[in-house]
Every structure is written in C-alpha cells, then in structure tokens.
C-alpha cells in the first residue's frame, strides 16, 4: 500500500516562497501511468487542487495558481515537491499530497508575519 508524508515549515511570511516535500513508500513515484498531486483545504473552505507530477514528468498546474507554483520530483529519494512563491495569507491552509484515493495525513502551513 502506497504511503505519503507530507513534510515541510508550518508558518511561512507573506511574499515569502512555500516548500513542502512529499516523501512516498510502498511504491515509486515513476510507476506508470500514476500522477502525483497537491491539493489543500484553507480554513473553513473546501478543497483546492494546486497541480500534478507525473510518473513519466508531466507537469499541470491549476490554471488560478499556475504562475506561483512549481512541482518537481527527486526520484532518487521517491519525493516530489511543491514550491508557491509569493504567498499571501489567503495560502494559509493545510496542504496534502495524494495518489489515487490515498494521500498524506497534511501538513498545516500559516502565512503570517
């Protein structure tokens, strides 16, 4: 069974760069066919999906975030990133990467000074 972690700082200030890394086991993220995502939930709103990696390096990105965000993967260690450059209060959020129907337990990043 596919296992993700998401891992990364939980407070950020505004205009500032958020880094979050996606550590998966159980399986490799080249596997094929499968795509690797970000989505987060701000508070009291629902779900957002921010963007993709997939197994072959295909990159997407939601069209509301696609010019602060940035997906990468480091396929010697089974990770992805995000990266969302110039962040606001409004990216305040608990932040998930998921594969299918499984996804990480979330990390909480505050935007704030």
């Known amino acids: 069974q596919v296992q993700l972690q998401e891992s990364g700082p939980g407070l950020v200030k505004p205009s500032q760069t958020l880094s979050l890394t996606c550590t998966v086991s159980g399986g490799s993220i080249t596997t094929a066919y499968w795509y690797w995502s970000w989505i987060r939930q701000p508070p009291g709103k629902g779900l957002e999906w921010i963007g993709y990696i997939s197994y072959s390096d295909n990159i997407y990105y939601s069209p509301s975030l696609k010019s602060r965000t940035s997906i990468s993967r480091d396929t010697s260690k089974n990770q992805f990133t995000l990266q969302l450059a110039s962040v606001t209060p409004e990216d305040t959020a608990v932040y998930y990467c998921?594969?299918?129907?499984?996804g990480g337990q979330g990390t909480q990043v505050t935007v704030s000074s």
């Open positions: 998921i594969i299918g129907d499984s």
